[in-house]
């Protein structure tokens, strides 16, 4: 079997395992060795193939990595409106506990909130922002 033949292989293989694991970066590596491939069909030697699949491969890691942290993060799709009725609703808190969390009732229902870190948790009107387990984080309105 020709060697561009088992690059080939590696690269479906590689495709494969990201399907099922859902893991980006092992696309960067199936393009390197696809690279090796195409390095291979070209008549470059073992060592050659091995140098190109390495150096696309690190260089699309790195350049993925790059682009992923530039972009700023997401909100949580429980801060969604549309993902949750709840986020935006406003709550009245008495008074908050020494472990930062307060016990609200809302919707018939005892519930917990929390505030967010570094907000001075104050008693008031609160606006919920979110919805982390069954507990309610809050933000003041």
Known sequence: ???STWWWIITGVLVAL???T???YL???AIGSAAGALAAHLGASLQVQLAVTTVVSAVTVVLCYVVRRRQPDQ???RAERSVNLDVGETIHIDGWNADGTASVRYRGAQWTAIHRPGVAPLPGPHRVAELV???LLV???
Do not use: N
Request: glycine residues 4%.
């Open 139 to 141: 933000d003041p309105a």
């Open 22 to 24: 859902l893991t980006f």
């Open 27 to 29: 696309l960067m590596l």
């Open 1 to 3: 079997m020709a060697e």
């Open 75 to 77: 909100p949580s799709a």
């Open 18 to 20: 990201e399907l099922f």
């Open 133 to 135: 387990g069954s507990r």
